[in-house]
């Protein structure tokens, strides 16, 4: 959920509403929940949902969750089954009245007496949430276990939310209600109390009595996931509700009267300010290039602390610091901190007290859902950019996002829409997606094969551009020995499984254009294969990690990438004393309109030495374009698991091609 916030204040938060009628009570269990073995449709399944309930209730600023679930199978109990409960709690928000319990078989309940603690969930490439998590106590197969929460909101805030309707487990039984806040808000068209929704992906259509819509829904298939797919909102059956006025007429004059809105808000924060000129000026100095000019201005920015990507702090916390909100530029450039969007904000007022036309983008994120302008959903514009002329181009900017490099957005921020803000509502522009080449590993092994098959080694991996920014960001407030985990923990899924990895050195973690790279030394054992007096040896040593993307003959959904990229490899093994290459395999080469891949091996008397390129210059992919880029990967996996032939003896070494 995204924050919108409303002048008007809302009710005081209560903790006990009526849920159909009913209070929040445990719900009985019945023989037919008694007697479930198994999913339809899914024999296999370790868990069924027998019952979900979920009351958003904007009248009294509280959201309320019930689950019960059934374990199946030995699976469902096990570490990361069913049992281990994890709640997302977004900021700004709290968690109350949490109640769980176990139910036997033979009817005994097992209540949980616990307390949650706090873990970070990673959602997808670069994307974190904080999440309540517990265990639930004594679970067994068989065993029902169930638990209930209120999440309340902030004062003073009402969030455009949606319903939670698939899950990932078959669903016998949902309940699910919206009660709308019933005060004026403050919209983009002024003060108001209208509000709607919009179904997607569904046929059943909801009530609505009063100012409560319900919807009731039985045996609810699971939701399947695939790799490498778009994000799952997209497809889930899905209820979105939102405030509004009169802008709610038609998509034109909802974004119209939101841009209008925005575009005051901004002005009105970044002003004009000679003082910011002034910073302007000592920070350009002498500089008359008009893209050197803007890079300064831009690395100025980006002096300022980004509270953004700090850990969150108490309201204490930030009394005792003497943190507040910004409300202009004055405040970013005289206190030195802000939030990303007063970062973003600043170089805009930088840029145009440089001369530069310069405007603020409202940029949606494609990281949770693509952006559809016939949804009046503010949430989907979540986040700002700067766009700025350069020459008769424009360039997209991101400074309000740590260490992002000059002239690239983070690769949510990309290929998706932005409104570029000004007094008449704005327009609507695409945010270009980054070349292959701004998001690139490189890695450099030298490596010496022992006879026995054991494989030792240095490696050392480099990460440019969008690679860098997202360890850099997921990894900012950790220590030396976390980053040093994080970096040992992703070099061993390159590699075969029982890697020895350690890393040696590292550097560039704090930068912003430079690269972040690591030294890390390496053992792999029976990385070569005894066959009589030859030793088959993989050339190539690491692993096509979107192989999962292509695991079936056939997709229900489009692959997706979050960005584009390039592998750049270059592995040099030195053979044992006594042997020599008997063949290897010959060079491949495979092109597509976005992609190519290149893996040639050569060798002397003592070392292979493989040069291996892989880049895709694209992102999604459709269901009729499956085959072909299915086909792509697939070649690339065989290509990248043949086998050099070592043997002992007189043969003579050849050339390759």
């Given at each position: 959920?995204?924050?919108?916030?409303?002048?008007?204040?809302?009710?005081?938060?209560?903790?006990?509403?009526?849920?159909?009628?009913?209070?929040?009570?445990?719900?009985?269990?019945?023989?037919?929940?008694?007697?479930?073995?198994?999913?339809?449709?899914?024999p296999g399944a370790s868990a069924i949902m027998l019952y979900y309930s979920?009351?958003?209730?904007?009248?009294?600023?509280?959201?309320?969750?019930?689950?019960?679930?059934?374990?199946?199978?030995?699976?469902?109990?096990?570490?990361?089954?069913?049992?281990?409960?994890?709640?997302?709690?977004?900021?700004?928000?709290?968690?109350?009245?949490?109640?769980?319990?176990?139910?036997?078989?033979?009817?005994?309940?097992?209540?949980?007496?616990?307390?949650?603690?706090?873990?970070?969930?990673?959602?997808?490439?670069?994307?974190?949430?904080?999440?309540?998590?517990?265990?639930?106590?004594?679970?067994?197969?068989?065993?029902?276990?169930?638990?209930?929460?209120?999440?309340?909101?902030?004062?003073?805030?009402?969030?455009?939310?949606?319903?939670?309707?698939?899950?990932?487990?078959?669903?016998?039984?949902?309940?699910?209600?919206?009660?709308?806040?019933?005060?004026?808000?403050?919209?983009?068209?002024?003060?108001?109390?209208?509000?709607?929704?919009?179904t997607m992906n569904m046929d059943k259509k909801p009530t609505m009595r009063?100012?409560?819509?319900?919807?009731?829904?039985?045996?609810?298939?699971?939701?399947?996931?695939?790799?490498?797919?778009?994000?799952?909102?997209?497809?889930?059956?899905?209820?979105?509700?939102?405030?509004?006025?009169?802008?709610?007429?038609?998509?034109?004059?909802?974004?119209?009267?939101?841009?209008?809105?925005?575009?005051?808000?901004?002005?009105?924060?970044?002003?004009?300010?000679?003082?910011?000129?002034?910073?302007?000026?000592?920070?350009?100095?002498?500089?008359?290039?008009?893209?050197?000019?803007?890079?300064?201005?831009?690395?100025?920015?980006?002096?300022?602390?980004?509270?953004?990507?700090?850990?969150?702090?108490?309201?204490?916390?930030?009394?005792?610091?003497?943190?507040?909100?910004?409300?202009?530029?004055?405040?970013?450039?005289?206190?030195?901190?802000?939030?990303?969007?007063?970062?973003?904000?600043?170089?805009?007022?930088?840029?145009?007290?440089?001369?530069?036309?310069?405007?603020?983008?409202?940029?949606?994120?494609?990281?949770?859902?693509?952006?559809?302008?016939?949804?009046?959903?503010?949430?989907?514009?979540?986040?700002?950019?700067?766009?700025?002329?350069?020459?008769?181009?424009?360039?997209?900017?991101?400074?309000?996002?740590?260490?992002?490099?000059?002239?690239?957005?983070?690769?949510?921020?990309?290929?998706?829409?932005?409104?570029?803000?000004?007094?008449?509502?704005?327009?609507?522009?695409?945010?270009?997606?980054?070349?292959?080449?701004?998001?690139?590993?490189?890695?450099?092994?030298?490596?010496?094969?022992?006879?026995?098959?054991?494989?030792?080694?240095?490696?050392?991996?480099?990460?440019?551009?969008?690679?860098?920014?997202?360890?850099?960001?997921?990894?900012?407030?950790?220590d030396e020995e976390g980053r040093k985990k994080y970096l040992e923990d992703?070099?061993?899924?390159?590699?075969?499984?029982?890697?020895?990895?350690?890393?040696?050195?590292?550097?560039?973690?704090?930068?912003?254009?430079?690269?972040?790279?690591?030294?890390?030394?390496?053992?792999?054992?029976?990385?070569?294969?005894?066959?009589?007096?030859?030793?088959?040896?993989?050339?190539?040593?690491?692993?096509?990690?979107?192989?999962?993307?292509?695991?079936?003959?056939?997709?229900?959904?489009?692959?997706?990438?979050?960005?584009?990229?390039?592998?750049?490899?270059?592995?040099?093994?030195?053979?044992?004393?006594?042997?020599?290459?008997?063949?290897?395999?010959?060079?491949?080469?495979?092109?597509?309109?976005?992609?190519?891949?290149?893996?040639?091996?050569?060798?002397?008397?003592?070392?292979?030495?493989?040069?291996?390129?892989?880049?895709?210059?694209?992102?999604?992919?459709?269901?009729?374009?499956?085959?072909?880029?299915?086909?792509?990967?697939?070649?690339?996996?065989?290509?990248?698991?043949?086998?050099?032939?070592?043997?002992?003896?007189?043969?003579?070494?050849?050339?390759?091609?």
């Amino acid at each position: 959920m995204r924050l919108l916030r409303f002048a008007t204040l809302m009710a005081c938060l209560v903790s006990n509403v009526l849920l159909f009628g009913q209070k929040e009570d445990w719900q009985p269990i019945t023989a037919a929940d008694q007697q479930i073995k198994e999913a339809p449709g899914n024999p296999g399944a370790s868990a069924i949902m027998l019952y979900y309930s979920q009351f958003i209730d904007d009248k009294n600023g509280s959201q309320f969750t019930y689950r019960r679930i059934k374990v199946l199978t030995e699976k469902g109990r096990e570490p990361g089954g069913v049992a281990d409960v994890e709640i997302v709690v977004g900021a700004g928000f709290s968690i109350g009245g949490l109640k769980a319990r176990t139910i036997h078989p033979d009817g005994s309940i097992v209540e949980f007496t616990g307390k949650p603690f706090e873990k970070t969930i990673i959602k997808g490439k670069g994307i974190k949430v904080l999440a309540k998590t517990f265990t639930m106590p004594d679970v067994t197969v068989g065993s029902i276990i169930e638990y209930k929460y209120h999440i309340y909101t902030p004062e003073g805030v009402v969030y455009e939310s949606n319903w939670e309707i698939q899950h990932d487990l078959y669903t016998v039984k949902e309940d699910l209600a919206f009660k709308s806040y019933e005060g004026d808000l403050e919209t983009d068209s002024g003060l108001g109390s209208g509000f709607s929704w919009v179904t997607m992906n569904m046929d059943k259509k909801p009530t609505m009595r009063g100012n409560t819509v319900e919807l009731h829904m039985d045996n609810v298939p699971a939701f399947t996931a695939e790799g490498y797919m778009p994000p799952e909102e997209e497809y889930k059956p899905n209820v979105r509700f939102f405030y509004g006025g009169r802008e709610l007429s038609s998509a034109d004059k909802f974004w119209q009267e939101y841009g209008k809105r925005r575009n005051s808000e901004t002005e009105h924060f970044i002003g004009a300010h000679r003082e910011i000129a002034a910073a302007a000026e000592a920070a350009i100095g002498s500089e008359t290039d008009p893209e050197k000019k803007l890079r300064k201005l831009y690395a100025r920015a980006q002096e300022i602390k980004n509270l953004s990507y700090e850990r969150e702090r108490s309201a204490e916390e930030e009394k005792k610091e003497k943190l507040k909100p910004a409300e202009s530029v004055m405040d970013v450039l005289q206190r030195g901190y802000g939030s990303r969007t007063d970062v973003n904000r600043f170089f805009v007022a930088l840029a145009r007290a440089s001369g530069f036309e310069a405007s603020v983008g409202k940029v949606s994120n494609r990281s949770e859902r693509f952006f559809q302008k016939t949804i009046f959903d503010r949430r989907q514009l979540d986040s700002e950019i700067a766009i700025v002329k350069v020459g008769t181009e424009d360039a997209f900017l991101d400074p309000g996002t740590k260490f992002c490099p000059y002239g690239f957005v983070r690769w949510m921020r990309t290929s998706t829409s932005a409104l570029k803000l000004d007094k008449k509502g704005g327009t609507f522009v695409t945010v270009p997606t980054a070349y292959h080449d701004k998001s690139q590993i490189s890695r450099s092994v030298n490596a010496e094969l022992e006879e026995d098959g054991t494989l030792k080694g240095d490696l050392t991996a480099e990460f440019k551009g969008g690679e860098a920014l997202e360890r850099r960001l997921d990894e900012y407030l950790a220590d030396e020995e976390g980053r040093k985990k994080y970096l040992e923990d992703e070099v061993r899924t390159w590699l075969p499984n029982g890697a020895n990895v350690k890393i040696s050195n590292m550097s560039g973690w704090d930068a912003t254009d430079t690269p972040l790279t690591a030294k890390i030394t390496f053992e792999l054992a029976s990385y070569g294969s005894l066959a009589g007096k030859r030793l088959l040896v993989p050339p190539y040593m690491f692993q096509v990690k979107q192989k999962d993307a292509f695991a079936h003959s056939e997709r229900k959904y489009p692959v997706y990438f979050p960005y584009t990229f390039d592998e750049i490899d270059l592995v040099s093994i030195k053979f044992p004393a006594g042997y020599s290459m008997e063949g290897t395999a010959p060079k491949q080469e495979l092109r597509l309109p976005y992609a190519a891949y290149q893996n040639v091996s050569q060798f002397n008397s003592s070392k292979l030495v493989t040069q291996r390129n892989l880049l895709v210059n694209g992102i999604f992919f459709d269901q009729k374009n499956y085959n072909e880029i299915k086909d792509f990967f697939t070649k690339v996996q065989a290509a990248d698991e043949q086998q050099a032939v070592l043997r002992t003896g007189g043969v003579n070494a050849q050339k390759s091609n």
